[in-house]
């Protein structure tokens, strides 16, 4: 401000007289002129003036709303599927207690047996924790194949069966509430 005094004062001529602001009162951005003008003038300055901060606090006020919106659904998003990563590394141990419990039981000591009635055990509390935090397998063989859920990873023909039908589940896919997290790995009839 002191700066555009400086340069003002300068471009007024030497026989000019200077009021007490240090202009010549030919200046609309300087305080001091503003007594010279006319009240109607000054009114119709500081409205148009107004509006125009006014403008500009809506606008800002409308970018906070959509910044705070966008940050809010970013978040929830995030906390939505917080836990995947995690749930991603359990589905291998749920693969391995399967494979596990899949043994033929008839032909084992009782040792052995009871190591897999506990495998059993376990394999029934994780599938129901899984329930309860909304990880559920992909339901698929018997089914046409789903490209959205599904991986084919090997064909096979078989005439008995309608074409694109899955065959077989090599690895079981699973949802994350209403999120796909792994595709199962299937075998579809050509």
Known sequence: MAKEKHDKKEEIKEDQTLNESGCAGSCETCGGCAPEL?????????DSRNKELE???MRLQAEYLNFKT???GEVSRMLQYEGESFIKEMLIIKDNLERAVM????????????FLSGFKMILGALTGLF??????????????FDPHFEEAVLTEHD????????LEVLTKGYTYKDKLIRPAMVKVNK
């Open 103 to 114: 043994m033929d039981d008839n032909d084992l000591s009782d040792e052995v047996s009871k």
């Open 38 to 46: 006319d009240p109607e003038t000054i009114i119709q300055i500081l």
């Open 159 to 166: 005439e008995t069966k309608p074409a694109n039908v899955v």
């Open 70 to 72: 966008r940050t809010q």
């Open 55 to 57: 403008e500009k606090y």
């Open 131 to 144: 329930d309860k935090y909304e990880v559920h397998e992909v339901d698929c063989l018997g089914k046409e």
